[in-house]
């Protein structure tokens, strides 16, 4: 069965620092990939996709993501982070038919 | 405004009780899904719809009851409400196998 990992639960980060959240998901067909986020208290929104192409994705505030098909993963990046980019962060997949299946969330906090 | 959007936003009540959350998208999708996030954070799908058509009904129990009347509006009907499903309802909507954009959520507390 399909499924997605994030291996980050909770990560605590000071402003400026880097940020590297781990996704790896469970399938060989052909996948597109999402990261949303969700700032507390409201509802899930896309920072950026994956489908085809370039596997080095840029996304918006910023992120970006790499598709590492050999490694099943879409890890995402952010070279500095500031507070306002604490919220939850929430990786997905799809594979069949409009399936998406998401990953566990990783709680971010940065601290000011 | 083009969104997803559901009501209502908090949705307290008793167990035993029927209730009802209601979807509509603007955005010319043709696909609906309904989340449930529980107290964890975790996402797990529900139910989806596409052009009306029931496409994916996970393990779900038959007390709760998609009911869509046309390609904009996927409502989620819940029956004889328990303690356990209390956690925040998302609704979403896709056209074909692009990004499913989300409703605000419907936060239910069953007391």
């Known amino acids: 069965a399909q499924s997605v990992s994030q291996h980050n639960h909770h990560v605590i980060l000071s402003e400026a620092a880097s940020l590297e959240l781990g996704c790896n998901y469970s399938y060989g067909g052909t996948v597109n990939l999402f990261w949303y986020v969700q700032y507390p208290g409201q509802h899930l929104q896309l920072l950026l996709k994956y489908f085809s192409g370039d596997p080095l994705v840029k996304g918006i505030k910023g992120f970006e993501a790499e598709f590492i098909k050999s490694k099943f993963s879409f890890n995402l990046r952010k070279p500095s982070v500031q507070w306002s980019d604490t919220a939850e962060y929430f990786c997905a997949a799809r594979t069949g038919y409009q399936k998406v299946t998401f990953g566990t969330g990783t709680k971010l906090q940065v601290i000011p | 405004d083009t969104a997803v959007s559901q009501t209502p936003k908090y949705l307290v009540t008793q167990m035993g009780n029927d209730k009802s959350i209601k979807c509509e998208q603007n955005?010319?999708?043709?696909?609906m899904y309904w989340y449930k996030q529980d107290s964890k954070k975790f996402l797990k799908i529900m139910f989806s719809?596409?052009?009306?058509?029931?496409?994916i009904n996970e393990t779900v129990p038959n007390r709760f009851s998609p009911k869509s009347p046309d390609k904009a509006h996927l409502n989620l009907h819940i029956n004889s409400l328990e303690l356990g499903d209390s956690a925040v309802y998302f609704c979403a909507s896709s056209l074909r196998e692009t990004e499913a954009f989300f409703g605000q959520g419907t936060r239910l507390t069953v007391v």
């Open positions: 719809y596409n052009n009306k058509e029931l496409i």
């Open positions: 955005l010319g999708h043709d696909t």
